[in-house]
């Protein structure tokens, strides 16, 4: 061993590499021969699977990274400095709750008028039998919507287009998606969604919200934007990954909130959905921060009711109201329910298989330009002004129930109305112009009516699903804000109340809560939440008695789902290349080491605890990895001292903290010159640095910013467990150790 | 370093040594002088906190064990056998929510029949004016029914006294309290809650309940009892800590679903207050036994409701049903509403505190042998005799409103009215009668009705506050199965009504929601669950409408409530001297570094892969560790095995598996002697094996029930982070490994 320099094998490994759930990548290479063991079981193909798709996306760094500096840091805070921090925490969640509640009620009250305005519009142009103007009006204003919408996506703000969950699941789960949290993309966002929704496509406003809690939570979090930086004194505290993590998980759940009105659901949300990493203090804060949106929601539909709101409607607190249905079942009614919740899952797991076809033919068409983006969001629009506009034209016009009749006239007041007359002779309506003339929530809430058997004509239903299944699979890919809730809420109900109808007199239950199911059991199928949805389900519709056959369809919807293929979600972080660690490692992991990965991917670098500019440089340079095995080699042994991330070898480059000579700096030394806030600090590109010749034949003391107490494991631990250990922990570097210790240290020391 | 044989210092710590989250006790002796360098930061009054209380109880095991023979009955396993494990699971939780349906149903059924005879034969009395032999008869039927259950709990089970949450809570989080799930346990808990609860006691069925579902969940997960052991073959899979467990957090949540009839509020209560780790798999399992007991309590609710259950009531799926009221507040009303919290905050922590005092004045009684403990539960159960029989004599007869006489006289059906004739003339009631001379849940009913501004004097409400105040103190430590929830919202709801009705006009919401938010402030305050209670009260009363209000009392309570003493069930966990782990480190924590801690108690004993046996008994007796570090020296270095379990050692000797020379076994060796079947089972006392002189000088080859990869840490990681790691993945045991390596390993190998 005498002096022999090649002592330790610590592997290093970034959680940038998992990519799709198969392995986080072991970003490292060993400088020496590997010293550890190939266990016999490995085959090269579980091997080959390893760190085949690299993200380069840098991750996230949510374990305390415990250097001296930080050390100093906590340790001088003062006791009113730790109230602060609290105060600000709780500050903060309550500003996401009310920017979040507050937007929300805004965009709402946008897409009601504009949407309003131009149904009314439109209802006149028919009550004159003037079809083809009406007709060139429709789809005029949709293509002005949606070329508002899709311009600013395209110009400004790409990341804006698409619903933006996966993204934040991948945030939570350590991977910052560029670009997607900024200010940019939030006021696209909000008016992009406005216009995409308003334009009558086929999207909802859902998923849009919940990016958009999430954007507010991120500027909040890092005080400003980029450009604008403000530097309030309390946010120095804020200044690191785990604490803005916590924000914008608060924030993902009041954007839930706000879009389902559903404070529990919004919370649950985040909980099974998008958090990988929970403990029970956030879980109280996100609550907060979800029942301050639903005081702000209430407080603007109340303000509304009085009708100063213009075209705003009558949504109220609860969406999609059912709860006037006294729920009574029969033990023999669980059967269609069960063959709900399974067609539910076949159909939602296809939607899942179809839209993936789809986006891949959408991102050759994409990759051509932003022209083509353009005309691909602007031919969806007019493919969808023609369908909703003609169809209801085939369906045969209905006669209200006399009951019903007001003044001869079927009750329609333009825009919420259940029965339209549309195109039909006075005292009759037309059925499918109730669903497609109307607003998505009005459509929703229209195919939710319960105790109205006959309103709809099963060709009506069934056009209306046709329609929604085309649309539901050419929408979502086009380049602006869309969410997957709304759309498939609409197939959903569709072939929900289709059912029930077919049932006829052989069951109990109301056709209204047959679409209510439907829809719960495509969104089971196709995105597979379970307890979340639930709740969203329950808070949406005011019906408890509704829950224990809400959850029986969807478990079964999971589970068929289950078998097929993977969530949506999953799907969309798969195409876009985000890497995420599924919670139950594979099966395969269990026979394989982490030194047998670390033998088969050999190339960590590490430093030594005092080392040289020139080498500190290169490495940067020629490595592309974000965190370092610091190890001090002594004759005769090796001390692991720690990590050190390329963001704080930067950040040391570029303020040329150098030591003429080779030695340990004295603490005061460090902190005269750094804080932490230093180190908080956006890692810069390694290019901007420049040193002189002089500069590189100095010394940097790594010791100071060298996380000193990384989570280490074994190299006989299966990686199976690291992989658990990485996802419980929320880690972004584990360091392999040997299981040769030092023999007899004491005796050389 | 040549040939020393002192080279590691593996320190495992064992989870049962974590009292009242101060620490985890550092389960450790080092065989030599300690390597570890002291901190300079290390106060001694810190490390003085460490291990100061230790329990004895063993922890649980809810790590993989990787051993050979774990892996290879892991790998030998076939996907027939995988599948059978994953039905089995679902299988076990199905019967889980099934059996804890019935059985809540039935025990409903039994409360509701006892107690309504009981009140109908005092209500005949009354009428006659016969008030002593009401009293009489009243008394001594209570008297009775207390004695059944104290003489159970006392004579057959003493760990079913109380509502055995905070047994469960450690039991989640690794300590089995022993006979807790038992047979015994839970027949007695059964019975013995019947007859509390029909005594009249201030006590529920609510905690119970859940104990019972754990109980259930326990004896299922192991096959049986332990002394008729069920050898179903599917079971050997189930043979481990994990599956156990999760288990029994599918039979906690079935509990509280069926204590509360609220499914979501049963997941959420394991998530947040039972269990300290968690999974989406098993978030969506839990869910799954719930709504099986929604299914089952409304099957048996549907049969009961055409009258077949005797004197079974009204009793529907929502116990306190208050979605009839409109629910409108003015911004002005959010300040009542902070009040409420503000006191129930208050409350809460004063009841925590004061609780803590009785228990401990009431252990010093129990200590002194059983019949003082049937004494006192008697003396109890006297002392609520008497008050709820004669108070209603002391407030003043109302008149009925005339909207709601019946044929004159005021509506009233015996049992469950709001309006108890009593002692009254005919057109009047006593309003205390119809809280006090009701079953508990009949009373909390009444007490949240709403639309009744006029129907309770303030000074009955403040009587009633004042009984169950006194009530709530004494009855809670007496020897009988009781739930802390009743008596929490007995003494919440009173008072939030007699705010309202102090508020009277100048608020505009309902005194039944007062009633409700000062039941919600009170179990906040007190119990400190806030997302979990909210959904509970959510479906307790079944009007989402007063999410928000609930929300913010929740918020406001638990926050000032924290500001003085924890949560009842730390309190009671405290009390019982229950280890149990915080989820947040304390801030000392992170001055220390488990190097610091190692070195403090440094008792660390550690095995060689190869040991003689009358080593391995030796260190089995002389000392109480429930892990070993497995440490293989050889010349010039020393490799680390792992951890090998007490249990493990234990039936190694037992079944005398021992070799004559000293060497490594092959692997089918050791798959012929034992199948992890036989690693599974429950440890035996050292006690029982006998070896002889000649077993002693025999040779023990660890390796193949050593745990190949435990979990480790190295010296200089802070115990905060040492803690959290702990938590996170659920660990029992951990290893602290030097910083210092092997320094050329390869060279000398």
């Known amino acids: 061993m005498e002096g022999n320099s090649k002592p330790v094998e610590e592997q290093c490994r970034d959680q940038t590499g998992a990519v799709d759930g198969e392995e986080h990548d072991p970003e490292r290479n060993s400088l020496h021969e590997p010293l550890l063991k190939r266990s016999p079981t490995l085959t090269s193909n579980q091997l080959a699977m390893v760190g085949a798709k690299v993200s380069h996306i840098e991750s996230l760094d949510y374990e305390i990274n415990e250097n001296n500096l930080f050390k100093h840091d906590w340790r001088s805070r003062s006791r009113v400095e730790v109230l602060q921090y609290?105060?600000?925490?709780?500050?903060?969640?309550f500003l996401v709750g009310l920017l979040t509640g507050v937007i929300a009620s805004l965009i709402n009250l946008a897409i009601e008028n504009i949407q309003g305005l131009k149904m009314l519009t439109v209802v006149d142009f028919i009550n004159q039998k003037r079809y083809i103007t009406g007709f060139a009006y429709f789809t005029g204003v949709n293509l002005t919507l949606t070329l508002v919408a899709a311009f600013l996506c395209v110009m400004f703000a790409p990341t804006a287009a698409g619903p933006g969950i996966p993204e934040i699941k991948a945030y939570l789960n350590g991977v910052d998606t560029p670009n997607m949290f900024g200010a940019s993309t939030l006021i696209v966002k909000i008016i992009g969604s406005i216009a995409a929704v308003a334009a009558g496509l086929d999207l909802g406003k859902e998923g849009p919200l919940v990016h958009i809690g999430t954007c507010i939570a991120a500027l909040l979090g890092r005080g400003g934007t980029e450009k604008h930086h403000l530097r309030w004194k309390w946010l120095r505290y804020f200044n690191n990954d785990r604490d803005r993590r916590d924000l914008i998980t608060c924030g993902a759940s009041s954007g839930v909130c706000a879009a389902f009105r559903s404070p529990v659901g919004g919370v649950l949300f985040a909980l099974e959905e998008v958090a990988t990493w929970?403990?029970?203090?956030?879980?109280?804060?996100?609550f907060f921060s979800t029942a301050v949106v639903v005081v702000v929601l209430r407080g603007f539909m109340e303000y509304c009711n009085s009708g100063r709101c213009g075209l705003f409607g009558r949504g109220g607190l609860i969406l999609f109201d059912v709860s006037s249905v006294t729920v009574k079942y029969h033990p023999m009614d669980l059967v269609p329910v069960a063959v709900i919740g399974i067609i539910g899952g076949v159909l939602g797991s296809l939607y899942n298989y179809l839209l993936l076809k789809v986006l891949r033919l959408y991102s050759l068409i994409n990759e051509k330009g932003r022209l083509y983006k353009l005309l691909l969001s602007l031919g969806v629009s007019l493919f969808t002004s023609v369908c909703l506009y003609s169809f209801p034209f085939l369906v045969p016009c209905s006669r209200c129930e006399p009951s019903l009749l007001n003044d001869g006239i079927c009750p329609t007041n333009g825009r919420t109305g259940n029965f339209k007359q549309f195109n039909?002779?006075?005292?009759?309506y037309n059925d499918l112009a109730s669903l497609l003339h109307s607003a998505n929530d009005d459509a929703v809430r229209n195919i939710f009516s319960t105790s109205t058997p006959t309103e709809?004509?099963?060709?009506?239903?069934?056009?209306?699903?046709?329609?929604?299944?085309?649309?539901?699979?050419?929408?979502?890919?086009?380049?602006?804000?869309?969410g997957l809730f709304l759309p498939?809420?609409?197939?959903?109900?569709?072939?929900?109340?289709?059912?029930?109808?077919a049932m006829g007199s052989y069951t109990n239950i109301d056709q209204g809560l047959y679409a209510v199911l439907g829809a719960a059991s495509l969104m089971s199928g196709s995105m597979r939440m379970t307890v979340s949805l639930c709740v969203?389900?329950?808070?949406?519709?005011?019906n408890l008695l509704l829950l224990p056959i809400t959850m029986l369809v969807l478990?079964?919807?999971k589970t068929v789902g289950d078998c097929f293929n993977p969530s949506i979600y999953e799907i969309i972080l798969e195409l876009k290349g985000l890497p995420f660690l599924d919670a139950k490692p594979e099966t395969w992991m269990r026979n394989l080491t982490v030194g047998d990965l670390a033998a088969a991917k050999p190339n960590v670098v590490s430093l030594q605890g005092i080392e040289k500019v020139a080498r500190v440089l290169e490495v940067l340079k020629e490595s592309n990895h974000n965190g370092f095995p610091v190890v001090d080699?002594?004759?005769?042994?090796?001390?692991?001292?720690?990590?050190?991330?390329?963001?704080?070898?930067?950040?040391?480059?570029?303020?040329?903290?150098?030591?003429?000579?080779?030695?340990r700096t004295e603490e005061w030394e460090v902190r005269e010159k750094f804080t932490s806030v230093d180190l908080a600090e956006k890692a810069r590109k390694i290019e901007e640095i420049e040193l002189t010749e002089e500069d590189m034949e100095m010394y940097i003391d790594l010791h100071p910013f060298t996380n000193a107490t990384p989570y280490t494991v074994v190299e006989s631990m299966s990686v199976a467990k690291a992989v658990v250990l990485f996802r419980e922990v929320g880690l972004r570097h584990l360091l392999i150790v040997p299981k040769y210790q030092a023999a007899g240290v004491s005796s050389t020391k």
Chains 1, 2 share one sequence.
Request: glycine share 8%; aromatic share 12%.
């Open 424 to 428: 039909c002779p006075a005292g009759y």
């Open 278 to 286: 929970w403990r029970s203090a956030l879980l109280w804060r996100t």
């Open 86 to 93: 609290i105060a600000l925490k709780w500050t903060l969640a």
């Open 536 to 542: 969203i389900f329950l808070e949406l519709t005011n």
């Open 555 to 557: 478990l079964i919807s």
């Open 488 to 501: 498939i809420i609409l197939m959903g109900s569709a072939y929900g109340r289709l059912l029930g109808l």
């Open 456 to 482: 709809f004509l099963p060709i009506s239903l069934l056009i209306f699903f046709a329609i929604y299944c085309i649309l539901g699979l050419v929408t979502f890919g086009i380049a602006v804000p869309s």
């Open 633 to 663: 080699r002594d004759v005769g042994m090796t001390e692991l001292q720690g990590l050190v991330l390329r963001a704080h070898l930067i950040t040391v480059l570029r303020k040329k903290w150098f030591l003429p000579e080779r030695r």
